[in-house]
């Protein structure tokens, strides 16, 4: 069951489908009641909830029993496509926040058209407040770069050295697209 299960989540996969996983788990009652007093326990912890209640799912989540996988269709409403694309040729600045894999947000982006494919996409991934500071200096550098370039004439051919190979430098004044992580917002 395990080998086909995986065969229909790869296949769900290709196909662009969310896939959802399913397991069981017979607990006895007093397991039941262990974990449910570990669970109010951590919930109500003030300095390390989050670890605890990570403690507490993880002791519900082991030895689960394969049910089975399933692929669910992710579609837009009908007309989000053509009203987001409408909004942005109006002038109006989006945001979308979601907590969605990053790059499931930025299909989902394409595919609602917040996203083009003439844009420069700038992801900003940092795993410091320091880092997340010196990427963030370093494009708002670029565009200040490009306005320069492009009301020089003729253009200044110099280009910034970023100190991260993984920060692309800009290449244009098109339009640009922002892409947050949780890490680096917070």
């Known amino acids: ?35 449910l007093s570990r669970y109010k326990d951590a919930e109500t912890d003030i300095t390390n909830r989050d670890h605890l209640l990570m403690e507490s799912y993880n002791f519900l989540e082991r030895n689960l029993e394969l049910v089975g996988a399933t692929g669910i269709e992710d579609r837009l409403q009908e007309g989000v496509p053509e009203a987001i694309e409408s909004l942005r040729k109006a002038g109006i600045v989006m945001w979308v926040l979601t907590g969605d894999k990053q790059e499931t947000a930025v299909n989902i982006a ?15 991934n940092a ?25 020089e004439s003729p253009p200044i051919q110099t280009r910034l050295i970023s100190h991260n190979p993984q920060t692309p430098p800009l290449t244009s004044n098109k339009e640009r697209a922002l892409v947050v992580d949780g890490k680096t917002l917070t």
């Not at 595919?111 to 083009?116: G, K, N, V, W």
């Not at 795993?127 to 009301?151: C, M, N, P, Q």
């Open 1 to 35: 069951m395990i080998e086909q299960t995986q065969r229909n989540i790869n296949s769900y996969a290709r196909e662009g489908l969310r896939i959802l996983v399913m397991a069981k788990r017979h607990l006895t009652y007093p397991q039941y009641q262990s974990w």
């Open 127 to 151: 795993k410091s407040k320091s880092a997340a500071g010196d990427t963030i200096t370093f494009y708002l550098e670029e565009v200040e770069r490009l306005k320069r370039e492009a009301t």
């Open 110 to 124: 394409y595919s609602c058209r917040l996203f083009t494919s003439t844009m420069d996409i700038i992801n900003i």
